[in-house]
C-alpha cells in the first residue's frame, strides 16, 4: 500500500511538473506576441531549461533578434540546437539558414540541407513551411532562395 502511494505521488509530481512546464510556455509565448521580451524571457527560459521545445525555440529567437537580451549568435544557436533535436520544424529551419549564412556556425551547406530537409518533411507543418520558403525567396530572401536551390 505504501510502494502504490509513493507511485501515485510521484506520478502526480510529474504531471504537475509538465503542467507547470506547459503554463510557463504559454505565459511566455503570449509576452513574446506581445514584444514584452524581458517578461516573456523570464517565463520561456525555465520552460526550456525543463526541455519544453517550443520554449528553446523562442529563447533562440529571443537571443537571435536581441529581444530581451543582448543579441547572440552562439546562444541562438545553442537553443535552436535543443530545440532541434527534438524535432521541432521552425527550430530545424533557423538551424538551415544558420548554416547556409554562417551566423553563430560555419558555412556547411551539407547541414543547411540536412536541417531544411527536416523542416519541410513533417506531414503536420512540411508542406506549410515550404511554401512559406518559397514565399519569402520569391520576394527576395537571398538566404531562402539558396536553401531552395540546395533542395
Same mark, same amino acid.
Given at each position: 500500500?505504501?510502494?502504490?502511494?509513493?507511485?501515485?505521488?510521484?506520478?502526480?509530481?510529474?504531471?504537475?511538473?509538465?503542467?507547470?512546464?506547459? %503554463?510557463?510556455?504559454?505565459?511566455?509565448?503570449? +509576452?513574446?506576441?506581445?514584444?514584452?521580451?524581458?517578461?516573456?524571457?523570464?517565463? +520561456? @527560459?525555465?520552460?526550456?531549461?525543463?526541455?519544453?521545445?517550443?520554449?528553446?525555440?523562442?529563447?533562440?529567437?529571443?537571443?537571435?533578434?536581441?529581444?530581451?537580451?543582448?543579441?547572440?549568435?552562439?546562444?541562438?544557436?545553442?537553443?535552436?540546437?535543443?530545440?532541434?533535436?527534438?524535432?521541432?520544424?521552425?527550430?530545424?529551419?533557423?538551424?538551415? @539558414?544558420?548554416?547556409?549564412?554562417?551566423?553563430?556556425?560555419?558555412?556547411?551547406?551539407? &547541414? %543547411?540541407?540536412?536541417?531544411?530537409? @527536416?523542416?519541410?518533411?513533417?506531414? &503536420?507543418?512540411? %508542406?506549410?513551411?515550404?511554401?512559406?520558403? &518559397?514565399?519569402?525567396?520569391? %520576394?527576395?530572401?537571398?538566404?531562402?532562395? @539558396?536553401?531552395?536551390?540546395?533542395?
Amino acid at each position: 500500500m505504501k510502494r502504490l502511494f509513493l507511485m501515485l505521488a510521484l506520478l502526480v509530481s510529474m504531471t504537475a511538473g509538465a503542467q507547470n512546464v506547459e %503554463a510557463l510556455y504559454t505565459e511566455g509565448k503570449a +509576452l513574446y506576441d506581445a514584444k514584452d521580451y524581458v517578461a516573456a524571457l523570464a517565463k +520561456l @527560459r525555465p520552460a526550456a531549461e525543463k526541455g519544453h521545445k517550443k520554449a528553446q525555440y523562442r529563447v533562440g529567437r529571443c537571443y537571435d533578434k536581441g529581444y530581451g537580451v543582448e543579441e547572440s549568435n552562439e546562444e541562438a544557436i545553442k537553443w535552436y540546437q535543443k530545440s532541434a533535436d527534438q524535432g521541432y520544424y521552425k527550430a530545424e529551419y533557423q538551424l538551415a @539558414r544558420a548554416y547556409v549564412k554562417g551566423k553563430g556556425v560555419p558555412v556547411d551547406e551539407k &547541414k %543547411a540541407k540536412m536541417w531544411l530537409k @527536416r523542416s519541410i518533411g513533417g506531414k &503536420k507543418h512540411g %508542406a506549410e513551411k515550404l511554401q512559406e520558403i &518559397k514565399d519569402d525567396a520569391a %520576394a527576395g530572401d537571398k538566404t531562402d532562395k @539558396r536553401l531552395l536551390e540546395l533542395l
